[in-house]
């Protein structure tokens, strides 16, 4: 069973079209939920920790927040440069930590 | 600033062939961890050492092999490449067992021929 589903997979934007990014989760007693951005041929780079339901975070467009079941990426009036794919993870078992299949996004000039 | 490094970063192997893809980081980190990510199957764990001494499995194991050489080295050997695991290999790292993100490295982009 997957503990880590995102969607959608794949998103196309227009730049300045704002939209949300979904992630939820099935572990139990959660942990901190984390999201990162990957682009092509390199690795995930950290983005934000999110530890209780109701907490945001915010990095210039991006803005991510927590549910008791899913997180949120809010990406508002998104450029070009935003283009990526994000990837969301949790820990759970023993110092395990477990990601989603991630959502690749493009934004169109 | 470091952080994690991975070698090599590309590598053509042919079936049979042995090798070690080598991880270190110098943030003091406890805790380190083998991924494979391939298309549509997100980064799947491989191994991974809660701290310097011990090793567990993760979701796939079969085909590999780790030592946790000590606190700062964590390194993936295939000891006989399948094409089945060909795909790009990420070493990450995080503080310690408690809610702490991890930090990843660069990638090996690995072709098994």
């Known amino acids: 069973e997957d503990q880590v589903t995102q969607s959608p997979e794949a998103l196309r934007l227009q730049e300045g079209e704002s939209s949300s990014l979904n992630c939820s989760y099935t572990?139990?007693?959660?942990?901190?939920l984390f999201w990162y951005r990957q682009d092509p041929g390199k690795g995930p780079e950290f983005l934000f920790t999110l530890y209780s339901a109701g907490e945001e975070k915010e990095k210039e467009r991006l803005k991510a927040t927590l549910t008791k079941k899913e997180s949120f990426l809010h990406i508002t009036a998104p450029k070009p440069e935003d283009s990526a794919t994000y990837l969301c993870?949790?820990?759970?078992?023993?110092?395990?930590?477990?990601f989603g299949k991630g959502n690749q996004v493009v934004v169109i000039p | 600033n470091a952080g994690v490094t991975q070698t090599p970063k590309f590598q053509v192997l042919k079936t049979g062939q042995s090798m070690t893809l080598q991880c270190a980081q110098d943030?003091?980190?406890?805790?380190m961890y083998w991924y494979r990510q391939d298309p549509g199957m997100g980064l799947r764990l491989i191994y991974y050492?809660?701290?310097?001494?011990?090793?567990d499995k993760g979701e796939v194991p079969n085909g590999y092999n780790v030592s946790r050489l000590n606190k700062r080295e964590f390194s993936l050997r295939l000891e006989s490449a399948a094409p089945s695991q060909t795909s790009v290999y990420f070493c990450a790292s995080r503080r310690d067992r408690t809610n702490t993100e991890a930090f990843f490295g660069q990638g090996t982009r690995l072709t098994v021929v």
């Open positions: 993870a949790v820990p759970y078992g023993n110092n395990r930590l477990a």
């Open positions: 943030m003091n980190h406890n805790s």
């Open positions: 572990v139990s007693g959660l942990r901190g």
């Open positions: 050492s809660a701290s310097e001494g011990t090793t």
